[in-house]
């Protein structure tokens, strides 16, 4: 009788113990998610010089550089301008993608922008890879199509936020 008990105990403890872990893993990774996005937020899309190229791309690149030439073939400081940009998407992208970063933790910071900058490069980013004849920006454009897939409206009433008024977002 008491070895019975004694077992049955044993694998409740068991249990709890196997479950206590599971949460914490669960746990460790979002915050290991969160750090690795907050690390390419702050020390990249926050940067001074990365709000600056940002902006150049969404106002003037496709007023001053024809997209037939792609990104590789625009002058400097145009291309670097433009690189910065969009590969710090891109890894933001990857990140998501290879399951490193949670797409709605990433979308629900960048949502708006990602569709924002990709439109503007996109031009750029097919010119590309029809001179390399390869892949070019994939994870960057992947990122844009799951925001795409998921309209802004939508996106941010599925994260129940709210607003002043008391209203889902409607953008």
């Known amino acids: ?6 077992l049955a105990i044993s694998l409740v403890a068991l249990g ?7 949460w914490q893993l669960r746990q460790a990774r979002s915050t290991s998610h969160m750090t690795m996005l907050l690390d390419v937020a702050l020390h990249n899309i926050r940067d001074r010089d990365f709000q600056r190229d940002q902006h150049y791309v ?16 625009l002058p400097e400081p145009v291309r670097t ?16 993608a290879l399951g490193l970063v949670d797409s709605d933790l990433a979308l629900s910071v960048l ?3 990602v569709r924002q900058v990709w439109t503007a490069l996109e031009p750029y980013a097919r010119a ?9 920006l994939p994870f960057f454009e992947n990122l844009y199509l799951v925001s795409f ?5 939508d996106f941010l009433r ?8 008391g209203n889902s977002p409607s953008q």
């Open 58 to 73: 969404l106002t003037r690149l496709a007023q001053e550089h024809e997209p037939v030439v792609g990104m590789d073939s």
């Open 149 to 153: 897939a998921n309209p802004t409206a």
């Open 111 to 113: 949502h708006f922008r």
């Open 81 to 96: 301008m433009t690189r910065n940009v969009a590969f710090s998407y891109e890894y933001i992208g990857a990140m998501v």
């Open 1 to 6: 009788m008491y070895n019975a008990l004694s």
């Open 158 to 165: 599925s994260l129940n936020l709210r607003t002043s008024d």
């Open 16 to 22: 709890l113990s196997g479950f206590a872990t599971l």
């Open 128 to 136: 590309e890879r029809e001179i390399r004849n390869a892949p070019f």
